[in-house]
Nanobody, 123 residues
Framework: QVQLVESGGGLVQAGGSLRLSCAAS????????MGWFRQAPGKEREFVAA????????YYADSVKGRFTISRDNAENTVSLQMNSLKPEDTAVYYC????????????????WGQGTQVTVSS
């Protein structure tokens, strides 16, 4: 049974940092793309970042480029999202996801999802 479990969310002031982690289990993710998405109240789920499990390719949404960094730890089977220079508009529930397909920003292409972790950035 595949499980993706996010952690690390919380409340932070604008300009601050948070690090989200996603623990993956239940299968081998060697050929998977791991992604982070977010969903704010009343808005659609949006792509944040993605990385191949091998680490060879990385993709960021324009809104987070230069502020967020996605990384993976193969030994620990985790994928992390380091978020710096946070803004109030980054407030959302953040989800970890995995796809066996190619690198993509489209949520419908992802096969597995975590339960989400809340990030709140105060102004």
């Amino acid at each position: 049974q595949v499980q993706l479990v996010e952690s690390g969310g919380g409340l932070v002031q604008a300009g601050g940092s948070l690090r989200l982690s996603c623990a993956a289990s239940g299968r081998t993710f060697d050929n998977y793309v791991m992604g982070w998405f977010r969903q704010a109240p009343g808005k659609e789920r949006e792509f944040v970042a993605a990385k191949t499990w091998s680490g060879s390719s990385t993709y960021y949404a324009d809104s987070v480029k230069g502020r967020f960094t996605i990384s993976r730890d193969n030994a620990e089977n985790t994928v992390s999202l380091q978020m710096n220079s946070l803004k109030p508009e980054d407030t959302a529930v953040y989800y970890c996801a995995a796809t066996s397909g190619t690198m993509t920003r489209w949520a419908f292409s992802y096969d597995y999802w975590g339960q989400g972790t809340q990030v709140t950035v105060s102004s």
